[in-house]
Each structure stands twice: as structure tokens, then as C-alpha cells.
């Protein structure tokens, strides 16, 4: 089945040591997403791709990198994590912006 | 902010019952999509309905939209326990940034 994988489903990290969450989709769509998620918030978008076109969201923080070599790969990159850190990071694709997001099962981050 | 508000916060039911959960918006939309997360997980599309559309049905569910109060509502009909989880509306603004705005979300727990 066509799915949004994203490894590992939870990941311990230690303050101030980077940490690299991935993201892949059989589903071939142009468009993908990183969320960060806040216990009992809604999802906050970080940035998307549009194919290879990067955008970045203006109050995301410089902490926060993404790379996305291929369709199917996307990484996202927390150089320094703080304990404000901890949050649910979820990827999500889709075939249109703007339309239909398929999400991945998310990394829950501890930031020890 | 585009940011949506879904009202109540909390809602707790009798399996069997219908939950119904609202959602309002402050700016001009392309579309208004419902999705359901539950605990510790990703989020799962549910129904899409466009800016142009005034009502929309998917099984058990019913989904209205009204563009001049900026809101819409989302009908569970005969609620199971499978569908407690929290459920979130997104919008599509319609100046053309192709992103969706998720509302702060409505935890639903139906009670066997």
C-alpha cells in the first residue's frame, strides 16, 4: 500500500545534540510537509517542499534544517535541540497544494 | 492568523450518539478539510469540501460548510468507541499560499 513512513517513531536525544528524523512516501506526490505538534495543540507547519522549491515558514527557527534529495526522502534536521524542542514531528505529502495531506505516523522527540 | 477555533474543546458522548463539532475561520478559503488523529499518532484525512460546496457526506459522516458565518461542522452519526480520537479542521486560505491552517481541534471520547 502507498504510505508516508517516518523513522524512528521515537527518538531520544540529548540537549545541544543534533538529531535527524526521515521521511519517505511511495504515494510519488510533488509536496511535503514537516509539522511540529505540541501535546493537545494543533500542528504547526515548519516548512514544505514543492518538488525541489524550499519554503520556509517565517517563524520557524534557523535550529531547524530540512533537505530533500530525491522525491520520495525528506530529512528534517534539529541542530541544537532544547528541551522546547520535544514535540511530534509529522510529515505529510500531497499531489496538490493545498489539497488532500497524507500523514506519517509522526517521531515523538524527548530532548533529555 | 488564519488559524481556525473548534468549538467545544472536549466533547464525551454515548456510543450511539451523534457528536457533532464546529469550526470557524477568519479569512476567505479555497477549501476546509476534517481530520482525525488519535492519541499518539498521525492524522488521517476524512473529508475535503470546497469553498463552492455547501454540504458533503462520507459514510457516517456529514460535513457542512457556510462561507459567510467563516464556519463549518462536522456530524458523526451513530458514534462507535473507535471514533474517539481528536479531530481537526484545516483551511486553504484563498490568496494563494497553498498551505493549510489547522484549527486548535475538538477531543471526542465515546463512552461504550
Known amino acids: 500500500d502507498a504510505m508516508v513512513i517516518q523513522n524512528p517513531r521515537y527518538q531520544v536525544t540529548q540537549f545541544g545534540k543534533p538529531v535527524t528524523l526521515s521521511c519517505s512516501q511511495t504515494l510519488n506526490h510533488n509536496v511535503m510537509y514537516w509539522y511540529q505538534q505540541k501535546s493537545s495543540q494543533a500542528p504547526k507547519l515548519l516548512f514544505h517542499y514543492y518538488d525541489k522549491d524550499f519554503n520556509n515558514e517565517a517563524d520557524t527557527p534557523d535550529n531547524f534544517q530540512s533537505r530533500r534529495p530525491n522525491t520520495s526522502f525528506c530529512f528534517l534536521d534539529i541542530r541544537s535541540p532544547g528541551l522546547g524542542d520535544a514535540a511530534m514531528y509529522l510529515c505529510?505529502?500531497?499531489?496538490?497544494?493545498?489539497?488532500?495531506?497524507?500523514f506519517g505516523p509522526g517521531t515523538r522527540l524527548l530532548v533529555l | 492568523s488564519q488559524q481556525g477555533e473548534e468549538d467545544p474543546q472536549a466533547l464525551s458522548i454515548q456510543e450511539g450518539e451523534n457528536a457533532t463539532m464546529n469550526c470557524s475561520y477568519k479569512t476567505s478559503i479555497n477549501n476546509l478539510q476534517w481530520y482525525r488523529q488519535n492519541s499518539g499518532r498521525g492524522l488521517v484525512h476524512l473529508i475535503l469540501i470546497r469553498s463552492n460546496e455547501r454540504e458533503k457526506h462520507s459514510g457516517r459522516l456529514r460535513v457542512t460548510l457556510d462561507t459567510s458565518k467563516k464556519s463549518s461542522s462536522l456530524l458523526i452519526t451513530a458514534s462507535r468507541a473507535a471514533d474517539t480520537a481528536s479531530y481537526f479542521c484545516a483551511t486553504e486560505p484563498n490568496f494563494g499560499n497553498e498551505k493549510l491552517t489547522f484549527g486548535t481541534g475538538t477531543r471526542l471520547t465515546i463512552i461504550p
Open positions: 505529510a505529502t500531497s499531489e496538490i497544494a493545498g489539497e488532500t495531506q497524507y
